[in-house]
T-cell receptor, first 112, second 112 residues
């Protein structure tokens, strides 16, 4: 595809369930980011992948959050035992080094 | 790690007037400074960026200035129009650790 693709677009889940959010970056982009954006708020950094380097996980809010990037391409963000405060839009972005980061349309997660 | 502060958090400007948003960064090694615009319900998109080898960059009605000594950079929008209403994010990154660190955002409202 031409841009960063995220799925699903919307996800409603019950408190305590696990969820997986997927990001398909632009082909060839070495950097991949996950951010979280609560309603009307800023971009909260979660995790950063760059090539084959160890990911920067410093933004993950708790051990319920994890992410992987397989083959340097697709990434999955997993949230275990979801809580209501996890409700937000999760944005993925990809870029070539030190160039424009392209964002996906986001996954709106609602925990009920 | 890098810390980016952004001011103001909200800004209302009469249509046709200029708007200025300022960011400061903490890491003197940072050398790439992009600005993103996020319209309501949409993904952030790059509008302009500057690298540390220049002090100013212009693109039609928008410009960015960089003061490396003071470690701050600013976005200037002239002749503002209603479609400029959005949330604007600044960011910074550096060679060797190219994770984009975002500011907290500025909600710009253009008053017709």
């Amino acid at each position: 595809g031409a841009g960063v693709s995220q799925s699903p677009s919307n996800k409603v889940t019950e408190k305590g369930k696990d969820v997986e959010l997927r990001c398909d970056p632009i082909s060839g982009h070495t950097a991949l980011y996950w951010y979280r954006q609560s309603l009307g708020q800023g971009l909260e950094f979660l995790i950063y992948f760059q090539g084959n380097s160890a990911p920067d996980k410093s933004g993950l809010p708790s051990d319920r959050f994890s992410a992987e990037r397989t083959g340097g391409s697709v990434s999955t963000l997993t949230i275990q035992r979801t809580q209501q405060e996890d409700s937000a839009v999760y944005l993925c972005a990809s870029s070539l080094s030190r160039n424009e980061a392209f964002f996906g349309q986001g996954t709106r997660l609602t925990v009920v | 790690g890098e810390n980016v502060e952004q001011h103001p958090s909200t800004l209302s400007v009469q249509e046709g007037d200029s708007a200025v948003i300022k960011c400061t960064y903490s890491d003197s090694a940072s050398n790439y400074f992009p600005w993103y615009k996020q319209e309501l319900g949409k993904r952030p998109q790059l509008i302009i960026d500057i690298r540390s080898n220049v002090g100013e960059k212009k693109d039609q009605r928008i410009a960015v200035t960089l003061n490396k000594t003071a470690k701050h950079f600013s976005l200037h929008i002239t002749e503002t129009q209603p479609e400029d209403s959005a949330v604007y994010f600044c960011a910074a990154s550096k060679l060797g650790n190219e994770k984009l660190t975002f500011g907290t955002g500025t909600r710009l409202t253009i008053i017709p």
